[in-house]
């Protein structure tokens, strides 16, 4: 068995792979066109909510947000968990991968990247979310047969190859062989759940408490410095 074409002759084509802490959007005969967090802002004026920031601009905002914006990650666990704000965030990351909103030209088919065991449920709601935020079509790709695809595995042949993708929500294991996924398991922890870890450690450790947003290398080298015995935070 062969992988089936997932796209058309379409330059307007696009490839999104939605992440748990970020989404990447590839288009045809161009790449990697939009690598951004997964975090979008949200702004309440008088009881109507609004698109505020998404992406890099939402992420620098996380702890600083003022009254009446929240920042917000619409995926947990590789898969969506807040529909309507991943509708909002997935049209932004569409519209800036093609240079802006724009009324003329069709929209976009696009193939989405799925965890291998998520429901039936979680996969309409990507389905759902994608549609909504102006896809002309949506098809979905398990992970690690995108994984497999991109690294230039032999999934076609008759030979078993296997990935490991970890990422901040789920780590996916799967052996490939023949087109399809022979076998594969989907665990719900990724760097998200080691970040946690370390900041649980360190908070037991030292009485130091970690934000979400990290903060820089210079800063963590300090950081570091203090908590050593003998130093000065």
């Known amino acids: 068995m062969r992988i089936p074409r997932l796209f058309n002759t379409s330059s307007n084509d696009m490839a999104i792979d939605l992440g748990t802490v970020n989404t990447i959007v590839y288009a045809r005969d161009r790449g990697i066109v939009v690598n951004q967090p997964s975090v979008v802002a949200i702004e309440e004026i008088n009881g109507i909510s609004r698109l505020r920031a998404v992406g890099l601009e939402a992420k620098m905002m996380m702890g600083r947000t003022p009254l009446g914006t929240r920042t917000i990650r619409p995926l947990r666990d590789g898969v969506i968990a807040d529909v309507e704000v991943a509708e909002q965030m997935i049209k932004a990351f569409i519209d800036l991968a093609r240079g802006g909103p724009s009324r003329l030209s069709r929209h976009p088919n696009i193939v989405v990247c799925i965890p291998s065991g998520a429901t039936q449920v979680e996969r309409r709601a990507i389905r759902q979310a994608t549609a909504n935020a102006g ?25 078993g190859s296997m990935v490991i993708d970890i990422g901040g929500g789920t780590t996916e294991v799967a052996v490939i062989s023949l087109g ?8 719900r922890v990724g760097g998200d759940r080691m970040d946690d870890a370390i900041a649980s450690s360190v908070r037991r450790a ?17 950081v570091s410095r203090g908590c050593q015995p003998g130093g000065v935070a």
């Open 135 to 159: 896809a002309g079509s949506v098809r979905l790709i398990e992970e690690p047969m995108a994984a497999g695809i991109g690294v230039g595995l032999p999934i076609n042949e008759p030979v």
């Open 180 to 187: 399809n996924l022979a076998h594969h398991a989907s665990a």
């Open 206 to 222: 030292h009485n130091l408490v970690i934000g979400e947003r990290p903060p820089s290398a210079s800063r963590w080298r300090s």
